[in-house]
């Protein structure tokens, strides 16, 4: 007995150091290697020590993301962390870069045109940005003319929304989701007819100008017209008077 729970706390003991020294997340591939096991054992391995970090409020934490592990330092001693290390930036989150991640994070993988088919506008700062803050990455090309890129998340898209993997993603009920679908198409609707007004408004005011203008040549015309009478008449009248005289 007092030998199992000496092997068992041995195995821990090997993830828990190849956990410590790698640093980023390690697949259980790795994990196998270092512990002469197979897959399936060594995850119970991994489970174990899981537990025993999740049930004591250790310092440090076991995080599982997609079939992998990773050692962290726990949250709750933040406020004593940063009084020795500099203040983590944050990304920022603004509502477009917001739904832009929720498109990829459901529909992956996914391109430009993708999202702002859904969307109705350019993701393409959207992207930028997460690409900057590593929420998202390029994860292939599609096989048709251009070949666009297509973004997928990354592990620490799962790292900052606290998920294993993406099956803990909230589910959309299929009727929100129509919902969503309808409003987006409204949205998109209201901006094409608010573009069209914009348009036909232009033309409008285009065909008045050009109205007002051919008025304007118009009276000038008849208005020559009229001093060419006059002249015309003056002339007449002229002549006239040079005969009476002879």
């Known amino acids: 007995m007092e030998q199992n729970i000496n092997e068992n706390f041995k195995e821990e003991s090997i993830i828990e150091s190849v956990l410590f020294t790698m640093g980023d997340a390690v697949e259980l ?7 002469s096991k197979d897959k399936e054992y060594t995850k119970e391995v991994c489970e174990r020590l899981f537990k025993r970090y999740d049930e004591n409020e250790y310092g440090m934490k076991i995080i599982r993301l997609n ?9 709750k001693y933040f406020e ?6 500099s203040h983590p930036s ?14 990829i994070a459901y529909k992956q993988p996914c391109s430009k045109a993708d999202i ?7 993701p393409d700062y959207a992207i930028n940005k997460l690409l900057e803050y590593g929420l998202i990455e390029e994860s292939g090309r599609l096989e048709t003319p251009g070949r666009p890129i297509v973004f997928s998340t990354t592990e620490d898209f799962l790292r900052r929304f606290r998920l294993e993997s993406l099956d803990m993603l909230p589910k959309i009920d ?12 409204l949205e998109v609707r ?10 036909e408004n232009d033309s409008i005011s285009d065909e008045i100008t050009s109205s007002s203008l051919d008025k304007i040549e118009e009276e000038n015309l008849s208005d020559n017209n009229e001093d060419s009478d006059d002249n015309q008449e003056e002339d007449q009248n002229f ?5 009476e005289d002879n």
């Open 29 to 35: 591939d790795s994990l196998s290697l270092a512990l």
């Open 239 to 243: 002549d006239n008077d040079t005969k």
């Open 190 to 199: 209201e901006a094409f007819d608010k573009n069209k007004i914009d348009i």
């Open 67 to 75: 079939e992998k592990y990773q050692m962290v330092s726990n949250e």
């Open 80 to 85: 004593n962390l940063i009084k020795v290390a």
């Open 116 to 122: 702002e088919k859904i969307r109705g506008y350019s």
């Open 90 to 103: 944050k990304p920022v989150l603004t509502v477009p870069i917001l739904e832009t991640l929720s498109i």
């Open 174 to 185: 299929s009727d929100r989701e129509a919902q969503i679908e309808e409003e987006v198409k």
